[in-house]
């Protein structure tokens, strides 16, 4: 019954390595998004999709790409991971009437 | 571009004391919406609350309640008989209308502690 599910939920890497972070929403929505909330909780966009389509990127470094395969997965592919990519990740989904996002559980990312 | 801005980074609050967290936001914009979201240690967010800006009349949610002045874009919320389970990190959040992909912007959040 999961609205917006992530996996992993928890995320321990090398510096240098490739990881993905998945993302599905059971919920019909068409518009999802990526936010990065640093080591100081500040809570940023990064990216929005809307119907498998890029709609905002926030000037993220291109190792991040997300991929939409469909309209219910936003997966976030991170290449060469560095120090400062650790972070907690959240994915989101906006309702149909546009007023409420939903989000995920996070995954918390560290790179050593 | 909008900003939220939150001045207090801690809050502490006695339980079933009345607490009153601030909010400023920056917007050339005339319909939004604004939010605060609640993120206890399990790290979920949690909507706690959210006022459209063409409404005047004041959003409340049982024992959350906001203060909305539009004019002064000042949005705070105000959480009554405090309970141990309202220690969080919370989240003022501002979002635009009238386009489908508009993601949230954060304020920098305030750390509330509910002393019993």
């Known amino acids: 019954d999961t609205a917006v599910s992530q996996t992993p939920k928890y995320l321990v890497t090398q510096m240098g390595n490739d990881k993905s972070i998945k993302c599905e929403q059971n919920l019909g929505h068409d518009t999802m998004y990526w936010y990065k909330q640093d080591s100081k909780k500040f809570l940023k966009i990064m990216f929005s999709?809307?119907?498998?389509?890029?709609?905002i990127n926030e000037t993220v470094p291109n190792r991040f790409s997300p991929k939409s395969p469909d309209k219910a997965h936003l997966n976030l592919h991170i290449n060469s991971l560095e120090l400062g990519d650790s972070a907690v990740y959240f994915c989101a989904s906006l309702d149909y009437s546009g007023n409420e996002q939903f989000f995920g559980p996070g995954t918390r990312l560290t790179v050593l | 571009a909008q900003t939220v801005t939150q001045s207090q980074p801690e809050m502490s609050v006695q339980e079933a004391e009345t607490v009153t967290l601030s909010c400023t936001y920056d917007?050339?914009?005339?319909?939004?919406?604004l939010f605060w979201y609640k993120q206890p240690p399990s790290r979920q967010m949690i909507l706690v609350i959210r006022?459209?800006?063409?409404?005047?009349q004041n959003a409340t949610e049982n024992r959350f309640s906001v203060n909305f002045q539009k004019a002064a874009k000042s949005f705070s919320l105000k959480i009554s008989d405090s309970q141990l389970g309202d220690t969080a990190m919370y989240f003022c959040a501002f979002m635009k209308t009238n386009s489908g992909n508009t993601p949230l912007v954060f304020g920098k959040g305030t750390r509330l502690s509910v002393i019993a």
């Open positions: 006022q459209e800006a063409y409404k005047q």
């Open positions: 999709y809307n119907n498998k389509e890029l709609i």
């Open positions: 917007t050339s914009e005339n319909n939004y919406y």
